[in-house]
């Protein structure tokens, strides 16, 4: 597709998926999203949400978004995760190939491709029952256990130094800490430990 790159560096789930729900692409914080199985998990390769209630509203705002009339579109879902502890946000994005203004012509992509941009970000504070978890069970500090915490959400180390104003070195450092700390070695070895709860 071309834009994969800079879809990874956004720190929010990003899914682009069909009309039948089915993935078609999953940024880095969506496969992170996907594999905690917090809030969202793939069916037979379908984007399906833990909330049933957000999961039909998101069934019907699919439908109605790979329509050209999508007056019953509903753009954005709220929902909590799994713990209760977190308020997600779903945006429902139609995505369409050709728009002609002069014409008022769109050309909507087929079922089988990507139709509908979906993000997943969270809207409430970070999870601090998390955090303390972290905290007990690997001896981390409160700013290792946030930057945990951000690492199992998808961010990026470049992203949370800019979030907190401090240097990516300073951020390494922490991670090369959590990493003693926790007897991984790699943040997908991190992630994985601490999805396990």
């Keep these: 597709m071309g ?12 899914f682009l998926v069909d009309a039948h729900m089915r993935i078609r692409y999953a940024n880095r914080a969506a496969e992170t999203m996907l594999s905690c199985q917090d809030c969202a998990t793939s069916i037979d390769k379908r984007l399906v949400f833990l909330d049933k209630d957000a999961n039909r509203r998101f069934g019907r705002s699919i439908h109605a978004a790979t ?12 929902l909590r995760n799994a713990g209760g502890d977190t308020m997600m946000e779903i945006s429902v994005v139609p995505l369409v ?22 993000c997943v970000q969270q ?4 999870p601090k029952r998390r955090q303390v978890k972290f905290t007990n069970r690997y001896g981390l500090t409160p700013t290792e256990a946030l930057l945990a915490e951000e690492l199992l959400r998808g961010s990026t180390l470049k992203l949370v ?12 450092n922490q991670l090369k800490v959590i990493f003693e700390k ?16």
């Design 182 to 197: 926790t007897g991984t070695s790699q943040q997908s070895q991190l992630v994985a430990l601490l999805a396990k709860g």
């Design 3 to 14: 834009f994969e790159p800079a879809l990874d560096k956004i720190s929010s789930a990003v």
């Design 161 to 172: 130094a800019q979030e907190r104003g401090v240097s990516i070195h300073t951020v390494r």
């Design 123 to 126: 809207t409430g504070p970070l």
């Design 97 to 118: 190939r050709t728009v002609s203004t002069s014409d008022n012509v769109f050309e909507w992509m087929d079922d089988t491709r990507a139709s509908v941009m979906v």
């Design 67 to 78: 329509k050209p009339d999508y007056s019953a579109f509903e753009g954005q879902i709220r």
